[in-house]
């Protein structure tokens, strides 16, 4: 089982920056997968950037060259920098891993950009 606690999340002016802390209750070098869904009221829940095996890291396009994922393997925290963030930005963040077949999903952080 992964437990995983999101920080970082606010209000934010369009152009700004946040950045979100994800931190796994176990070594996130035994994690299959970990990154970063949003989902915006009305909406479905879409990755936002992700680690898959190793290192790689996958992006969705509307964030590419914008947002840039990271981690931490000694503090067991991965990273989400947002950069020149817009409007349609603002969404609940989650957390998530994949952990031996499983889903794991922090609680969420409330991401808001005013324009």
């Known amino acids: 089982q992964v437990h995983l606690m999101e920080s970082g999340g606010g209000l934010v002016q369009a152009g700004g920056s946040l950045r979100l802390a994800c931190a796994a209750s176990?070594?996130?070098?035994?994690?299959?997968?970990m990154g970063w869904y949003r989902q915006a009221p009305g909406k479905q829940r879409d990755l936002v950037a992700t680690?898959?095996?190793?290192?790689?890291?996958n992006y969705a396009d509307s964030v590419k060259g914008r947002f840039t994922i990271s981690r931490d393997n000694a503090k067991n925290t991965v990273y989400l920098q947002m950069n020149s963030l817009k409007p349609e930005d603002t969404a609940v963040y989650y957390c998530?891993?994949?952990?031996?077949?499983?889903?794991?999903w922090g609680q969420g952080t409330q991401v808001t950009v005013s324009s």
């Open positions: 680690f898959t095996s190793g290192s790689n890291t």
């Open positions: 998530n891993a994949h952990y031996w077949g499983n889903d794991y």
């Open positions: 176990r070594s996130i070098f035994s994690i299959n997968a």
